[in-house]
């Protein structure tokens, strides 16, 4: 009885993963403020630079979920903890800002062209029903991609765009259940009460649950394959 209240059982091996779940939580949400800061103070607005420190303040959020994705398998691949979880999910950050920055900025930019349509135009019906799509394709081809360099893809950023796009459309049931568990964790954080202090699990259980499904249904196997396979100029 006394081996699981040691400094290396099982309840000492629990409480260390809870603790990296909530350190790798706290780290997204960090970078999560200066979107909120700007909703709070700002707020999407029919101006010009609202519009566009709105579109800059959710620059940090693609790193993020790469390094969340990147950090959230070490908790799953290693046995205890899998190491100081501030100091991985950073250095995730930075790897995810330099390797895939080129799609944040496309991301961005297109951002920015959405908001101008939805904002500054009076078409907002069939404007609006058009930015909700582009977002939803824009997150899951993020997915796609964190997943895929975070294993080891590496390549151009049209052949990475490729493999991620045929990953997907090879398994759509993957992508609903990425924007499904998305969706749950950022509903949660809405709860009265208690919602702020599910802000500080939710992003990690998220990220686990989408490496989880993709293990399950074969996903970075099928990517690697992708990728492997010779492209056709």
């Not at 790798?24 to 949400?29: A, R």
Request: charged content about 10%; glycine content about 8%; some cysteine.
């Amino acid at each position: 009885m006394m081996k699981g209240f040691a400094h290396d059982g099982p309840l000492a091996r629990a409480l260390l993963n809870v603790a990296y779940v909530v350190a790798v939580s706290v780290s997204v949400v960090a970078c999560a403020i200066p979107y909120v800061l700007f909703e709070q103070l700002v707020g999407w607005q029919p101006t010009h630079l609202a519009v566009v420190v709105g579109v800059v303040s959710m620059l940090p959020l693609g790193p993020a979920l790469f390094a969340a994705l990147s950090t959230s398998r070490a908790l799953l691949q290693e046995r205890g903890s899998p190491g100081t979880a501030f100091r991985r999910f950073w250095r995730a950050f930075a790897s995810g800002t330099t390797s895939l920055g080129w799609y944040w900025g496309l991301v961005a930019l297109l951002a920015l062209l959405m908001a101008y349509n939805v904002i500054l135009t009076e078409n907002t019906a069939v404007v609006v029903a058009g930015a909700v799509l582009l977002a939803v394709i824009a997150i899951v081809l993020a997915v796609a991609l964190s997943c895929a360099v975070a294993t080891g893809v590496s390549g151009r950023p049209s052949a990475l765009l490729v493999v991620a796009g045929r990953s997907v459309a090879s398994r759509p049931h993957v992508a609903l259940a990425w924007l499904m568990l998305i969706a749950v964790a950022y509903a949660a954080t809405l709860i009265p009460l208690v919602g702020p202090s599910l802000a500080f699990f939710t992003p990690a259980f998220a990220a686990a649950g989408i490496l989880i499904v993709n293990t399950t249904f074969g996903f970075d196997e099928l990517v690697r394959r992708y990728a492997a396979a010779p492209v056709v100029e």
